[in-house]
């Protein structure tokens, strides 16, 4: 799955005047149900491990989200993993070209929220970690209906947006800017985060 280029150009007009867009479909159902096996059988392996925020290794903040989450590896990906990857860089690519922001690698990890777990609003930015620009979500989850609830709360300057996490959906805000949260779900919801960085500046 790659990009099109009529696509780009809605997403980078979009991103560049309000920061934040929601692409449904952007995944393939048959690539979305792939990671989702993917996801849950390294769940399945205990290989999903309990989310810390910001960058301190460990120190769990259990009372600001609930995920159990696991790093991609770029040496080491899946075959649905890489084909995300690709997905991700020619975005990464596409987005380069009509925006100034300076996207140079892709982070990302599975994601997965038990019932009841949800993620208090923050952003994505970390005082520790100044090299996130661009938030990307993609959702997983196959049949998703409103009362299952799990949206992604994005808090804008006129109100709330909320994002249904449907699998093949992306969405993608500006990671200093823009506050969200993910509201408790009544149904396992898995997804993708990824966050697009730019070079990291030497500190002296
Ligand atoms: C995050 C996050 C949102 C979501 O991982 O930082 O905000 O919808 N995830 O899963
Ligand atoms: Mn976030």
């Known amino acids: 799955m790659m990009p099109q280029t009529a696509d780009l150009d809605t997403m980078a007009d979009a991103l560049g005047a309000r920061g934040w867009i929601v692409v449904p479909s952007f995944f393939a159902a048959a690539e979305v149900a792939a990671l989702a ?4 059988a390294l769940d399945a392996a205990a290989t999903l491990m309990p989310a810390a925020t910001g960058r301190e290794a460990g120190r769990r903040q259990a009372g600001l989200r609930g995920d159990r989450t696991r790093w991609f590896e770029p040496d080491a990906l899946s075959s649905p993993q890489a084909a995300y990857w690709q997905a991700m860089d020619a975005l990464r690519r596409g987005l380069n070209q009509r925006l100034l922001l300076g ?3 892709l982070e ?3 994601a997965l929220y038990p019932p009841g777990a949800g993620y208090a ?3 994505d930015r970390f005082r520790d970690d100044d090299a996130r ?3 990307s979500v993609c959702y997983l989850n196959e049949g998703w209906q409103p009362a299952d609830g799990g949206v992604l709360r994005l808090h804008l300057t006129d109100g709330v947006h909320d994002v249904v996490p449907q699998d093949g959906t ?3 805000f500006l990671s200093a800017e823009i506050e969200h949260e993910v509201l408790p779900a009544q149904r396992e919801r898995l997804s993708i ?3 697009f960085r730019r070079r990291e500046l030497a500190h002296g």
């Open 37 to 40: 096996a993917d996801c849950r």
């Open 108 to 110: 990302a990890h599975y």
């Open 193 to 195: 985060a990824g966050w």
């Open 133 to 135: 620009v661009l938030s």
């Open 170 to 172: 992306l969405a993608l």
């Open 103 to 105: 996207l140079e690698s």
């Open 121 to 123: 609003r923050h952003r």
